[in-house]
């Protein structure tokens, strides 16, 4: 099964004001794996970010004014994200950007399945902060170099916290050679166990000795009319 993380960073937060995608993020899980197999551009949005986005994700004009625009990596991206399920925090936000940029180069709304981190934390932790900071020390991810935000390491940051959120399993081989724990070995962090499986071969039956069961017999006699004794 392939899901995709998903996240991007914008020049505002109002697609219908005119703001565009500057980021685009994605990791790729794959039977609830991380594959490595990652995609990643920064995009020129042709105008300024507003100084609340900016703060947040400090991407200048100047850092951008070389970089792609949409038009050119829509098929390389569309491509990429088939129509695997797509795990979006604030889903409605990221999507409605994806929306607007489709929309003004012709193409359609993204077919894929969404879940909504947010949603499921919402369920999961009602009446907590459902933030990605307050998910990674809630699930113990470590994200003490999140600075700032960006849309490759808040997917890389979600992606852990998603795969602890709905079954406790992080790179599992990988954490069971290693002993460690995500984000680190801290206190509180989420370790998850190994899984016990059946061991190969055939399984050895040990039988009662005859003194065994005269003694089990013996037993049973002084405790009397026990009714799984037959009558």
Request: proline content about 6%; some cysteine.
């Amino acid at each position: 099964m392939r899901e995709l993380v998903v996240d991007t960073e914008t020049t505002g937060i109002d697609p219908r004001q005119g703001h565009r995608i500057i980021e685009i993020g994605v990791v790729e899980i794959v039977d609830r794996r991380l594959t490595g197999n990652d995609f990643h551009v920064y995009l020129n949005p042709d105008r300024p970010s507003e100084p609340g986005a900016l703060a947040v994700h400090g991407l200048t004009e100047e850092f951008l004014q070389d970089k792609a625009r949409f038009p050119e990596i829509v098929a390389e991206l569309l491509a990429y994200l088939g129509e695997d399920t797509l795990i979006i925090h604030n889903a409605p936000f990221d999507l409605a950007f994806f929306q607007a940029e489709l929309e003004r180069v012709g193409r359609p709304p993204l077919p894929n399945p969404i879940i909504d981190t947010l949603l499921d934390a919402r369920k999961r932790h009602p009446g907590q902060k459902n933030d990605l900071d307050s998910l990674c020390r809630r699930y113990g991810v470590d994200n003490r170099h999140r600075t700032r935000h960006g849309a490759l390491l808040d997917c890389e940051l979600l992606a852990q916290v998603y795969l602890a959120m709905t079954g406790g399993q992080v790179e599992l081989e990988s954490l069971m050679e290693t002993g460690s724990s995500v984000g680190g070995d801290r206190e509180g962090s989420f370790v998850p166990q190994p899984i016990l499986r059946k061991a190969e071969g055939v399984l050895r039956v040990q039988l009662a000795r005859e003194e065994e069961l005269a003694e089990h017999q013996a037993y049973l006699q002084r405790m009397g009319n026990a009714l799984w004794q037959d009558s």
